[in-house]
């Protein structure tokens, strides 16, 4: 639907666009990875993402220590 399309636009296009979906988009050893946990799935509704319960950057944990 409408959120799946948004969010796949701020991750998976976006490191298509760059050259590095092997990269940067994806959860894989070997790749760079953000990690954000929500509580329900953000392809049914985007709103969830505004409820951050882990969040987890370059290695390091911000929201659910």
């Known amino acids: 639907g ?3 399309s948004k969010l796949a636009c701020h991750t998976t296009n976006s490191a298509k666009s ?3 979906e092997n990269r940067i988009g994806v959860l894989k050893t070997g ?3 953000d990690v954000v946990a929500v509580e329900s799935d953000p392809t049914s509704n985007i ?3 505004e409820r951050v319960k882990f969040l987890m950057k ?3 944990v911000y929201i659910g220590r």
């Open 2 to 4: 409408r959120d799946t």
């Open 18 to 20: 760059l050259g590095w």
């Open 31 to 33: 790749a760079f990875a």
């Open 47 to 49: 709103s969830s993402l």
């Open 58 to 60: 370059a290695g390091t």
